[in-house]
């Protein structure tokens, strides 16, 4: 074959293959571009779906006092009433946005939340809520009411809690208040509240 037929042939061959080339690499980087849509409303505009949210409110403790200090949280009301309940105790384990005190002991995990048809949930906390716990009785209640409180005024359908841990039930956290029946709030302890009946501070 004439050499000078031949070059051309060999050009045309080779732009063929870099054409092939970018034909596959650039479909595939498409493919494999992540998918930014947007959901699409009927009028043909893209919308950001917002998950609704309520306001609860929590109890920590100050440097100066046992008592229950209010702060507030967001939680995700899209999901099961336990998955709430679930939520609230979560944010109260993770502590203070304000710099309060956790009432809980360091290393508290929840376990387990089950709910009764009376209106008793009951709550399953980890070893830690009593092996990790200060002695005293003011550390003792604000502890279990740090719990129940929170329950009670931010679910209706909760009256009374019954405290847990590893799934069986204590006498005590720490010898002072009675585990063994559920128990009803006491929002006598909250800053702002009636305070009667409170323990002289250790």
């Known amino acids: ?54 306001t609860i409110v929590l109890y920590f403790l100050s440097d100066n006092d046992y008592r229950l200090h ?45 709910f009764t048809p009376s209106g008793v949930v009951y709550v399953d906390f980890s070893r830690e809520l009593y ?10 209640i604000a502890t279990v009411f740090a719990i129940v409180n929170p329950l009670v005024r931010n679910f209706e359908s909760i009256q009374r809690v019954f405290i847990l841990v590893e799934g069986t039930e204590r006498e005590t956290l720490n010898g002072h208040i009675d585990l063994t029946r559920p128990l009803l709030p006491r929002f006598d302890l909250i800053v702002g509240g009636l305070l009667k009946n409170f323990p002289e501070l250790p």
């Not at 893209?46 to 609704?52: A, C, D, F, H």
Request: charged content about 30%; cysteine-free; proline content about 6%.
């Open 70 to 114: 209010p702060e507030e949280r967001e939680i995700f009301t899209d999901i099961p009433e336990v998955d709430q309940v679930k939520q609230t105790l979560e944010e109260l384990l993770n502590g203070s946005l304000n710099d309060g005190l956790s009432p809980l002991p360091e290393e508290t995990r929840l376990r387990e939340i089950f």
């Open 1 to 54: 074959m004439d050499t000078k037929r031949l070059v051309p042939l060999v050009a045309l061959f080779l732009l063929l293959i870099v054409l092939v080339v970018l034909f596959f690499t650039g479909g595939k980087e498409k493919r494999l571009a992540p998918d930014t849509s947007v959901a699409v409303s009927e009028s043909g505009e893209g919308v950001i779906e917002e998950r609704p949210t309520k």
């Open 131 to 140: 092996l990790n716990h200060m002695s005293g009785s003011a550390a003792e």
